[in-house]
């Protein structure tokens, strides 16, 4: 299973980003998908998943701020994120479950105030 996310990169306070996900070597379409995040001396934390189903799940803290996409032609995901802060600058994993957990190399978000 190998995942390639891209799409980091710096913005401004305020601004939008979207991050993108390529999954290969998986069943895509029977996958669940997410983007975990971890900032300098925090734990990982989920930032948002999506399900085979595509019921979509997202952290408090971007509810409202973030939306999860899931393209099943393109075993692609996506992660639009708007009125990012400060609080958002991490390191940007894409995750998958599908028998067993896998995880991106990561993609790093810095949002300047």
């Known amino acids: 299973v190998q995942l390639q996310a891209s799409g980091g990169g710096w913005v401004q306070s305020g601004g939008s980003l979207t991050l993108s996900c390529a999954a290969s070597g998986v069943n895509f379409r029977l996958a669940t998908m997410g983007w975990y995040r971890q900032a300098p001396g925090n734990q990982r934390e989920m930032v948002a998943t999506?399900?085979?189903?595509?019921?979509?799940n997202y952290a408090d803290s971007v509810k409202g701020r973030v939306t999860i996409s899931r393209n099943n032609v393109r075993n692609t995901v996506a992660l639009q994120m708007n009125n990012l802060n400060s609080e958002d600058t991490a390191v940007y994993y894409c995750?998958?479950?599908?028998?067993?957990?896998?995880w991106g190399q990561g993609t790093l978000v810095t949002v300047s105030s």
């Open positions: 999506i399900t085979s189903a595509g019921y979509t």
């Open positions: 995750n998958t479950l599908w028998r067993g957990t896998y």
